[in-house]
């Protein structure tokens, strides 16, 4: 079992930047698949990005949306996903939560494969 907590929200300008870190207990953080979601007010759980198991090769997903923008990027020696957003804009204001999975999912971007949630750190974007 893994307890994720997530930081680095907060209110910023359009065309800013943030990070947003997760932070997982347990030893075995490095055997788990780990992505990120959003969810803004009023709409449903929305894929923003995953990234595989640490391994001899990583392998990364984006939403569209964010695909250019968003960087995802995982530190097993210090048990913390990193999601590295620039260019910022209203619509990425939202909810953002972290995930994991022991095994790979069969699709990255279901938020039902993901078996372990933090609470989400809010991020808002001003125009």
């Known amino acids: 079992q893994v307890q994720l907590v997530e930081s680095g929200g907060g209110l910023v300008q359009a065309g800013g930047s943030l990070r947003l870190s997760c932070a997982a207990s347990?030893?075995?953080?490095?055997?788990?698949?780990m992505a990120w979601f959003r969810q803004a007010p009023g709409k449903e759980r929305e894929f923003v990005a995953a990234?595989?198991?640490?391994?001899?090769?990583?392998?990364?997903s984006y939403a569209y949306s964010v695909s250019g923008r968003f960087t995802i990027s995982r530190d097993d020696a210090k048990n913390t996903l990193y999601l590295q957003m620039k260019t910022l804009n209203a619509e990425d204001t939202s909810v953002y939560s972290c995930?994991?999975?022991?095994?790979?999912?069969?699709?990255?971007?279901?938020?039902?494969?993901?078996?372990?949630w933090g609470r989400g750190t809010q991020v808002t974007v001003s125009s």
């Open positions: 995930a994991a999975r022991a095994d790979p999912p069969q699709d990255w971007a279901t938020a039902g494969e993901y078996n372990y």
């Open positions: 347990g030893r075995t953080f490095w055997r788990y698949a």
């Open positions: 990234i595989s198991r640490s391994g001899t090769s990583t392998s990364t």
